[in-house]
Every structure is written in structure tokens, then in C-alpha cells.
């Protein structure tokens, strides 16, 4: 009887502990220690528990830990550790007395990944291992279902004080009965949206040195120009994982290769991927950007410091925004914050190119260096996709070599340094009439281009070599050359002030036989300055105060001009008349009758160009070019008769030695002006 009564009583108390359970679960405080015992015995790292512990009993058995810091014991600063606001586990009461949890749904929420950046690579790193005489087995819980809730990954480094982050990380993963893993979320990188998908089939325990075939699907719009996806085979070696057989799509692009990252201190990055087709998305100036002046936006680049990497990539077509080169190879390196990029043989519009592009981001204010060679490349269709610029067409051949600093695109620009040279060859400049502006030039400044859609104007070659110093592009030795004109000189391009300051000398050709006549050009007779922002210049005569005053700049030309070339510059517009693409032609069409009843050419330029021509030779004349032969004369002779002026008998009769002597005296200054101005007799 009395054995039954202290059972009754043991019984009693079990009903009224259950019942406690049910209703307001266990304080579980003596607990901590063995569970931070257990952890720190199977994975080698400290376990920190400074919230509370429960565990009830209804619906299900349950069991929550708050305020939990997983740190690896070797990490002193502390950058290098998970923080978890809570983590929650359902699982079902035998599965717990049997001593092999089931847990139906573990709840992680609020999880913070630590993740440290180094600048250098550990030689010897020896990752956290289980103390001896640990007998954990990798399967002794099994898990149905995992959800994250309001995760983060942070990457910082404290010397150099940079933090990354990768927030708002929502993530469910379900384990099948055949150890499949499906992982799917969404988190967010800075303004980046990503979302994500990972499907693997773990073999069974211990994974490591096993074969984990996977499969990932990425969405990052503004980080990848299109969804990626791809199908590989993992393989875990300590803190190596090899992937290989890498087959997959980015957009419409597919690719295979293989890659191994090392995660063991420094990320160690190695890839090769080969893609039918790689597009590579690049930002695309608005249209009003050329007149805006660089951007002092900061360049962050400190990133480059914090991986190594070892990457190849090859494709049958690399797309770079609207740019098309096939085929094409690149190979980079990325060590101690410098990155090495080499192309070679890129087949780039009919040509090729070849170069080299370093950027070493390991100092406080990162610097450039690049070599570029372009053999037989077509122009328009190159500059038209990368820079937006559609004026020269033509086969280019160019060799740039540069060097800058700085943190962003107006300091960059402003410390470019090297040199450039460009030859374009059998193309045309187009939107542009150089003839016409040279033609406008005779009776008024330009402003501007004058650019017009219908325009163009054939060139055999332009060429050009730059020594660049500071954002400040200098030549000597520009050269344009045509069917109907040729224009020479030299100047600056200052690149931050997006600027020129050219001083040119334009000369017409007076035949349509083109440059390899035997006769030269006809010069414009003094320089022509272009100067101003390049989207917008000013183009003006080099004659002084023709900017303050132009009206009276003209008028002193056309007084001066007049007395060489007669009135209006009638002997050289007549000259010019016959020229084609200048508009000259006789009064009522060739061959007609002009108003006069005669049918030489009308004057195509107004009289302005022969006005201007006369007076171009006389500022010569001045001290202004003290070149010029002293035997010129500085008034004009007075003009020869007319032949239709001279008696009938003159043709018949022979010129005594006397006048023939005399005649020839009287032109040799003229032949000397024009040898001077023009490289040509007047015979």
C-alpha cells in the first residue's frame, strides 16, 4: 500500500510538471553549457549564447536559442564570426530520445555572416579542426527544412576601412529523402536585386573529395546584363572547391569551362570559360554628355585588393555594348590589388588589335597604364559603337600608349600622359564640308562645325601623333589630305577642359586630278585658327582684331586684296569656277550666255576668296613673316594691258630683245610672291 501511494504521488507530480510544460515551457539556462561544450567539440569553433534558452513541448517539441555568436577561437578582432538573433528547431520527441534529432523546420533569423578582406594570402593556414577523440557523426541530425529570415553578409576590413553588404537575404532550403537540396531566395547587393536558385544532390557523409553535381540559376539585373545560369560538378578538398564541367547560359550565351576557388584566407579565384558569344554591357553617355564637363564622382576600386584571381576568357564573338570583335581571347591576372588584362590578335571590323590594360588599385589613388595597337580596323562602325562618334570612316592604324592616376574620370583625364598616333586612310569625314568652310572663310567667321547630315568630304589620309602630357594633347604634324584639298598644322586638345586650340593652313586644289598632280595646291595665304570647346569651336582667319571687329577686319582685306588680284579677286574666282564642289559655274549653266551676253564662269565665292587671297599676300608681306624675300614688292603693279586691248599688228610682229628683257623683270616679283604663297610659277 505504501508503494502505491509513492507512486501515486510520483504520478501526480509528473501530471503537474506535464502540465507546467505544456503551458509555460522549460527555462533551460542549465542547458548552455552542455550545448556550447558539444559545438565546440564537433566543429572546433566558440559557441556564445547570451540570450535565453527554452524548450516546450506543444504544438510540437521546440527549442530556441537567442543572441548566439559562432567565432573561430584563432579570430582576435572579431571579423571573422556568424551572429544569430535567433534560431528556432520543431522536431518530433522520439526522434530527440532516440539521440538522432529530426528536426521537421530549423528558423535562422537574423544571421550576420562576417566575412574578413585581406590584402595578402596566408602561406600556412590551418582551418579550425575538431579536438582529438571527437566521434560526431555528420548524420546524427537530420533536417527537413531551413529558412533564413532578414540574413546579411558583411565584408569589411578595418584598416582600410571598407565595408560590403549583401542584406535582406530571405532563403528557404528543403532536403529530400535522397539528400537533393533545393535552395531558392532573394537578397539585395547596395541597389542590386538578386535573386537566386541552387539545386544539389549531397552524396551521403563525409562529402569531402565526392563528386556534388549542382545546379545554379542567378537573376542580378544591373550587376549581369542577363539571368545566368549553369550546371557543374563540385569537389571539396579541405578549403578548395574544384568545379568542373561548367556548362551553362548567360542571356542567350552559352559557355562551358571549369574553375577552383580557395577560400583558406585571401579568395583565390581561378577561371576559364569559353563562350560562343560573351555581351558585355557598357555605360552609354547621353547624348548632351560631350559639352558636360568630367565627372568628379569617385571611383571605388579598393575592392581589387581583396581577391586574387587567374581568368581566361575566350569567345567565337565578344559583344562590348554595340562593339562586335571576332574572335577573341583575354587573359588577366589579379594579384596584390593589380589587375593585368591582355588581348591579343582580337579580330576588330576587317582589322586587328592587340594591347594591354593595367590598373593597379593597391594604393590610396589607383593608377593606369594601357598599350593599344590597331591594324586595318574600319573607323566608323569602331568609334560609332564605343565613343558615339560617327564623323571619320576609313581604314584606321593607330598606336596609343598611356599612363594616369587618380579616383575619378576628371582626375584621370587631367593626369593622362603618353602619346598617340592615328592614320586614317581612303574614308571621309562625314556630316562635314571642308571645302565649303574654307569657302565661308573669306567672308566671315565660323562658329561651329558646320555640320550638316548631307555633307562629307572625301580624304586619301588623315593623320595625326600626340604627345600628351597632363590631359594636354600636343601635335605637330596634322595632315588631311584629299581629292580637293589639303590642310596642315598643329596644336592642342586640352582633354579636361574637353577643348582645341589648332592653328591649320588649308589649301584647295585646283584640279579634280587630286593630290598627285603635278602642280601644288593654292593656299589660303595665312593660318586659320580653330579654337574653343571641340563640340563648338570658333574658326576664324589668324588676322588681328578680325575677332573684335570682323566687318572691318574684311574690308581692310578686301582693300588691300583688290589691287593684286583686280576688283572682287575676278582673275581668281575665274580660276576657281571651273573647281567642282564649290558651286562655281557660268552665269546660265555651261556653255550658256550670262547676263552680259558673255560665258566665262561667274565668280563661285562672291569675289571673297580672290578678295581675300590678294590681301592674304599682302599680310604676308608685313612683318609678320619675315620670311618672305626682300625683292617682294609692297604695292602692287600696275595691271598688264588686256590682250584684247594690244593693236592687231602686235601678234604679227616679234618683240625686240629690249621689251622681252623689260617684261621678264617686271613679272619675276610676281612669280616670286607666288612661289612663296603658293609653291607655283605664274607662268
Known sequence: MKALKITGAMVAAIIVVVALLLAVGIPSGFLRAAIQNRVERDTGYHLTIAGAITISLWPSLNVTINDVTLQDPRDHDGSNRVTVGSVQADMTLSSAWSGHPHISQLIVTRPVLHVPLLRERKADVVPASRPPGSTAKADAVAIDRVSVKDGAIVFSNRRDRVERRIDGIEADATVGANRKIDLRGTARAGDHPLKFQVVAQAPAPPIERQIIPFELKLDAPGLLHAPLTARAEVQLNGSVAVINGVNGTLGDSAFSGWASVDVASKPLVKLDLDFRRLDIAAFKSPPTAPAQSWSDAPLDLTGLNYVDAQVRLSAAEINVADAHFAPAAIDATLAAGVLRATVSNLGAYGGQASGEVIVDASSGSPNYAMHCDLVGVRALPLLTSLADFDKLDGKLQAKIAARSTGNSAHAIVSNLGGSVFANFQDGAIRGLNVIRMIRSLTSNPLSGWQEGAEQS????????????????????????????????????????????????????????????????????????????????????????????????????????????????????????????????????????????????????????????????????????????????????????????????????????????????????????VLRWLFRRSAN
Do not use: H
Request: proline share 10%; charged share 20%.
Open 457 to 672: 568630304t572625301d580624304l586619301t589620309q588623315l593623320s595625326a601623333s600626340f604627345k600628351i602630357d597632363r590631359g594636354q594633347a600636343t601635335t605637330t604634324d596634322l595632315n588631311l589630305v584629299g581629292p580637293l584639298v589639303k590642310v596642315t598644322g598643329g596644336g592642342t586638345i586640352d582633354l579636361p577642359a574637353k577643348s582645341i586650340a589648332l592653328r591649320v593652313e588649308p589649301k584647295l586644289v585646283m584640279t579634280t586630278e587630286g593630290q598627285g598632280r603635278a602642280s601644288d595646291p593654292i593656299g589660303f595665304g595665312i593660318p586659320v585658327m580653330i579654337e574653343g570647346p571641340w563640340t563648338e569651336p570658333r574658326i576664324y582667319p589668324a588676322v588681328a582684331g578680325i575677332l573684335d571687329n570682323p566687318d572691318a577686319a574684311y574690308a581692310k582685306l578686301r582693300d588691300v586684296g583688290a589691287g593684286l588680284f583686280g576688283q572682287n579677286g575676278a582673275s581668281i574666282g575665274g580660276l576657281l569656277g571651273n573647281l567642282p564642289g564649290l558651286g562655281g559655274n557660268s552665269a546660265n549653266g555651261p556653255g550658256g550666255d550670262g547676263a552680259n551676253g558673255g560665258s566665262a564662269p561667274s565668280d563661285p565665292l562672291g569675289g571673297k576668296l580672290g578678295e581675300t587671297l590678294g590681301n592674304l599676300i599682302q599680310q604676308g608681306l608685313g612683318p609678320r613673316n619675315r620670311g618672305i624675300p626682300s625683292s617682294f614688292p609692297t604695292q602692287p603693279r600696275a595691271a598688264e594691258p588686256q590682250p584684247s586691248q594690244r593693236p592687231e599688228n602686235d601678234a604679227a610682229s616679234a618683240p625686240s630683245q629690249d621689251n622681252q628683257q623689260e617684261n621678264q623683270q617686271d613679272g619675276r616679283p610676281m612669280d616670286d
